[in-house]
């Protein structure tokens, strides 16, 4: 799902502090990078990598197909367009507090071409033993059957840090980012992990704010697979931010009460806390067993 | 950013629209000496960052100079739907023959522009979008698109709009569309967008709120954007957080927003209230962590503290280094729980048991760090 050998990935913003140090963790868990792409650098060398000026050199060179942007906000609609330009079918954008009037561009045209762009503003995706695309911390993972996706990075890591503690090792951890617009929504990564043959159950790990747990429910509802989700944000106030831009609740909507309601309705478990996860998955996976 | 409404105005101006001529005034008599200025009248309006000031009378008529005083008096300094009013918007009277309502909104749930206007403005718009759909109508437009001028005649021609002053609502409306894009504006409503007796279109309100994340490419913001922080909002910008001030009594710092709103959710679930919430973000470093453990003990309420964090790009080690700096410069008697996991967490774990009132969490679960906060705090 997502990375495999076929994956040729290049990292824009190679050259930056954390852009250099993730490329680093990023080729320790084995991801397949082939370049690095930062302009005015090229010719350079990352970790081993060489470094062009251009993502259409990077492809011209290494027929790379997918790359993760790590440049900064002012500059990442521009380097998502040279991305979407050069044909890459997989973009991850961690980088954060990217407008969303820029995102929303990004988003269009990525629709138009049929480019997959996950975030912005998010961690990325992690899929044991293949590798990761992105900054989700390798030492939480364990190589397993449940899929994993979340706005929120941290919270994702403790839900799965707590699914690796109970010994249920995950297929994939995808994080679609935290802001109020995401490339990738829920109900996609869902429909992804429904078609995954490595994939047994799905952890949806959403939060207050927006309406994407909403749309969600609504592949959920048609799913085969167990789906068990946790909502964070019950005790938030209505018309305070958290933190992240999503997680704010308008008035007539978004609220976390709300969410739970049609997850639950569309056949979701529901669990009050991270460690309330593993409990519900087990029970659920029971059921399936006994089914078959 | 909710830019206020004489800020707002000035940008409106800049982008083509009509506005009224105004002036702020903290005072009765300045109040009194505007309206004077104006010809003996004015509209006197609260300054608070929120709508429906018109239903609670802080949107006053005035038609004399004493009037404005009076009105002045009965507003400043009052609480008006939640708000202090410090200062007034005194404005030119503006004789109006009808009320429009339009606006520019960022639509996250479709992903487009979305441009509104209702032929029916003023204080009941909300009612009357709610019950009945006909009279609002809205133009989708995709992300990024100019929106060139026919395509707002074709829209308001499908609608069979019939206003006299067809051509100048075709051109207010592109300019506020193309002000909302220009101003990186989340949400622009103009209500009432109102015909004068001279027919023209004017602007008698403006709320603009501004993607926060757009602020860097508006340095002419900048200085707005500051004024309207509180001044833990301004050390917690300076340190490089997000924080939130809650009305409970335990302070919260956790890794991100996530995390940080699923152990709120696990303190109501114990019933303890959180006083704050500290977001740090990716970019932990001692120092910061200091300044942040600091600012959510300060308020002296505050009985009890919780750290959680996550070392994916941060260095935990920086992060206890961070703790254990503020309370050796300011020893605590409040019990501050700390669950620290990731990148060098056996160093960090290590840094901190010594420090007296300090509990360390080594286990994933963030229940057992809220658990045992809740165990010193309430015994039974």
Known sequence: MLLNQLTRAIVQGITGKVGQAQTHWMLKAGTPLVAGVTPGRGGQSIEGLPVYDTVAEAVACHEANASVIFVPAAYARDAAFEAIQAGLQL??????????????????????????????????????????LGIMPESVFRKG???????????????????????????????????????????????????????????????????????????????????????????????????????????GGGSAGKKIEMLHRAGAAIADSPSEIPILLKERLADVQAVL | MI???????????????????????????????????????????????????????????????????????DLLGKEVLGHRVDKLLVEELIPISNELYAGVVVNTATDSIDLVLSL?????????????????????????DLLPLHRVNNWLGRHKIELSEYPLLAGTLLNLYRAAADLDAILLEINPLAMDTDGRLVALDAKLEVDDNALPRHPELNELFMASLSSRELRARQLGVSYVPLDGDIAVIASGAGLGMATLDLLQQRDLAPANFLDTGGGISEQMVKGALELVLEPALVRGAIINLYGGINRMLEAAKGISAALENKPENRPIVVKILGNQQEEAWAMLEPIPNVHVIRVVQTETAVDRLKKILDPD
Not at chain 1, 173 to 190: K, W
Not at chain 2, 62 to 68: E, M, R, T
């Open chain 1, 91 to 132: 973009i991850v954008i961690v980088t954060e507090h990217i407008p969303v009037r820029d995102t929303l561009e990004i988003k269009t045209r990525a629709q138009l071409t049929g480019s997959m762009v996950i975030g912005p503003n998010c961690p990325g995706i992690f899929i044991p033993s293949a590798g990761k």
């Open chain 1, 145 to 251: 059957s449940i899929g994993v996706v979340g706005r929120s990075a941290t919270l994702s890591y403790e839900v799965i840090a707590n699914l690796s503690d109970a010994g249920l090792g995950q297929s994939a951890g995808i994080g679609i980012g935290g802001d109020p617009v995401v490339c990738t929504e829920f109900a996609e990564v869902l429909g992804m992990f429904e078609n995954d043959e490595g994939t047994a159950a799905v952890v949806l790990v959403g939060e207050i704010g927006g309406s994407a747990e909403e749309r969600a429910a609504g592949v959920i509802s048609q799913m085969s697979k167990p789906v068990v989700a946790l909502i964070a944000g019950k005790a938030a106030s209505p018309g305070k931010r958290f933190g992240h831009a999503g997680a704010i609740i308008r008035a």
């Open chain 2, 3 to 73: 830019v206020p409404e004489d800020a707002a105005k000035r940008l409106l101006a800049g982008c083509g629209l009509i506005v009224p001529c105004g002036q702020i005034a903290e005072s009765e008599e300045a109040t009194a000496a505007i309206t004077q200025e104006l010809g003996g009248r004015s509209v006197v309006k609260a300054l608070i960052p929120t709508g429906g000031r018109g239903k609670v009378g802080a949107v006053r008529v005035c038609h004399s100079a004493d009037n404005a005083r009076q009105s002045a008096a």
């Open chain 2, 120 to 144: 029916t403005g003023g204080v009941e718009i909300e009612v009357a979008a709610h019950s009945d759909r006909q009279v609002v109508h809205q133009l989708s437009v995709e992300p990024g």
